[in-house]
Each structure stands twice: as C-alpha cells, then as structure tokens.
C-alpha cells in the first residue's frame, strides 16, 4: 500500500514541479513570494535572482529522476530528498520575507509528499541491503582509521623523543 501511495505521490510531485518551472513561471499565483507576479520576480524578492537558472535546472532535473523512479526505485530516496531539501528552502525563503502563512503551504505539501516518498523508499528492500553494505564498510574504515592513528601516534611520538 505504502509502494503505491508512494509512486502515486512521486508522479504528483514530479509533475507539479514541472508545471511550476516550464508552464507557469511566467503566470501569477497567489502563493508567489512577496508581490511578485512570477518566478524570475520571486526569485528577486528571495535576493535569489542569480541563482534561479541553476535552481531550476536542478528542481526539474529532481522532478524528472522521480517519476522515473516510479519504474527505477533505486534513485527514488535521492530524488524525494534532494526535492524535500529544496522545498525547506523554499518555505525558509517565504518566511524570511514576511510573507503570509498560506503561501508556503504548497512547498510545506510538497515537503510532506516527499518525505513520505523518502521514507517509503528507505524501508524498501533495495534500500535497506544497501544500507546494510554501507554500516558494514563505515564499521571497517573506523577500524583502519583507528589503527591508522595508532600507528601515527607511536611515530610522531618516537619522532618527537628523537628530537625531530
């Protein structure tokens, strides 16, 4: 059940991202930044007008990687989360700016959706064998690094007797 809420929302929230950059960033919305009458305005009132380009590259890019992942799940954590992070921007950004509640409210709905899509993905099977892999191979690079540092520590301190 959780796989399918999860796939539905991804095609959502791909979507609507989607329409947002390529349809409607040119058309007013009441739920624009400060009193701008589209994105490349938005952005201004952010003081993120430099930056919107490569954002928007980005948050299509993201959109796109989730609906894909509908038929790929391995890249479906990383799309919902890099959206999620972009998205608690967002919502930062409209209250850094005085702006009313209800216009973070649909950053603050994509915000859920991905985390829900996030989290359905995390407990996947894929996910989770990896996951697995990757304690396993941290709990090995500790060790090396300890015995790394042991070994360092005799030598600087053999070092430091010696005199050099």
């Known amino acids: 059940m959780l796989k399918k809420i999860s ?3 991804s095609v959502f929230v791909g979507l609507t991202v989607i329409n947002v950059w390529l349809f409607r960033a040119a058309k007013s919305t009441s739920f624009r930044g400060g009193n701008a009458s589209n994105l490349m ?9 430099d930056y919107f380009l490569i954002i928007g590259i980005i948050k299509v890019s993201l959109a ?5 992942s ?6 479906k954590f990383f799309a919902s989360l890099g959206i999620a992070i ?3 921007v967002a919502i930062f950004m409209h209250l850094s700016v005085g702006d009313e509640l ?3 409210m649909p950053a603050a709905t994509m915000l859920i959706s991905t985390l829900i899509i996030a989290y359905s993905a995390k ?3 894929w996910f989770l064998s990896c996951n697995i892999f990757k304690k396993n191979k941290i709990k090995m690079e500790i060790k ?5 540092n042991t070994v360092n520590s005799i030598a600087l301190l053999t070092m430091s007797l010696w005199g050099y």
């Open 7 to 9: 796939n539905i929302l």
């Open 41 to 49: 305005e938005e952005f201004a009132v952010y003081g993120l007008e």
């Open 64 to 68: 796109v990687i989730l609906i894909l």
């Open 70 to 75: 509908v038929y790929f799940s391995k890249v």
């Open 86 to 88: 972009m998205m608690i």
């Open 102 to 104: 209800i216009k973070s």
């Open 123 to 125: 407990n996947s099977k």
């Open 144 to 148: 090396s690094i300890q015995k790394f």
